[in-house]
């Protein structure tokens, strides 16, 4: 789904209301829950209208830092579910300074502001990523344009997107440095560097060499370029596309991800290019790198 009309506007028929207030923050044994509105509260009375987000920053295990963005909770939720395998033992460090609180995750940590929305996530005190203003964003669709979606679906065949009545959305938008690249989101024949891309991790008979495919993986890598030392950046998302989860109105809308540090990247890298240009002398440098990453992100994204 796209919502924007250009960088400045959105698109006719949606209110899109970004995070712009850490309002509420709880902090327990091993997360963050901040409750974010999306208007800046100067007073009581500023707390009677406008939509907001309950945002979770949870960690069980060392350099992995799970989000969960909710709208709506308490409803029916059937979306789909992928099971996490987390070490209960491990306990983060919880920093609650006077304007940020912090979640340190072994040497990652994310960074949240008590004020203005602005959340950032670090490795050894390096900047990966992050969001501010117009990054977190829950999006309301009108009924002119959930019923002419409908209406479009009358004639459709039993292989067609599911009808979805549900006119919420939920939107995340993260970062990217110069020289930053997207791979992933399991079996495509597009380009091998999503940047720039559409992608929709929905399964489809479409046959090959399409913007469809059979076996959608919801799993994304942002490796770092090469001259970084050591560094990964993974980040999954369950995306909660309308098409995909036909619900009540006011069901649950989540959106989950984790930001996954992985501190020997380099160093696995590095071995596999050395295997494979054994196995492969006519290869050029480029070529291996492009060839170790994807049989980095197949491994890591199968277990």
């Not at 006119?167 to 970062?175: C, D």
């Not at 479409?206 to 950046?233: E, H, M, V």
Request: hydrophobic fraction near 35%; include cysteine; glycine fraction near 6%.
């Amino acid at each position: 789904m796209k919502f924007a009309d250009g960088f400045w506007l959105n698109q006719k028929g949606y209110d899109v209301n970004y995070a712009s207030q850490a309002y509420e923050i709880k902090t327990g044994k091993n997360f963050i829950n901040v409750l974010a509105t999306t208007n800046y509260i100067q007073n009581r009375g500023m707390t009677l209208g406008g939509p907001v987000l309950d945002i979770t920053y949870s960690c069980t295990q060392k350099d992995v830092i799970k989000v969960s963005v909710n709208h709506y909770m308490g409803t029916l939720d059937n979306a789909p579910k992928f099971e996490l395998y987390e070490d209960q033992g491990f306990t983060p460090e919880i920093v609650d300074g006077d304007d940020f609180v912090e979640l340190v995750a072994g040497d990652t940590k994310v960074h949240i502001s008590k004020y203005s929305w602005n959340v950032q996530f670090y490795y050894k005190d390096k900047k990966l990523t992050g969001g501010a203003w117009r990054a977190t964003t829950v999006v309301n669709e009108s009924q002119f344009k959930v019923s002419s979606r409908l209406n479009a679906t009358q004639d459709d065949t039993f292989w067609s997107y599911p009808r979805d009545k549900r006119n919420f959305y939920l939107r995340e938008q993260l970062t990217l440095s110069v020289g930053e690249c997207i791979y992933g989101f399991g079996e495509k024949f597009t380009t091998f560097v999503k940047n720039g891309q559409n992608v929709e991790t929905w399964n489809a008979d479409g046959g090959t060499c399409c913007d469809q495919s059979y076996k959608s993986i919801p799993f994304q890598r942002f490796p770092l370029p090469f001259r970084a030392k050591s560094l990964n950046t993974s980040l999954s998302a369950v995306q909660t596309s309308k098409k995909l989860f036909p619900t009540t109105q006011h069901s649950q809308v989540s959106l989950h991800f984790l930001l996954l540090i992985h501190s020997d990247f380099g160093s696995q890298l590095r071995s596999q290019q050395s295997t494979m240009k054994k196995q492969l002398p006519h290869l050029s440098t480029v070529w291996l790198k492009e060839i170790s990453l994807f049989r980095y992100s197949i491994l890591t994204a199968s277990g």
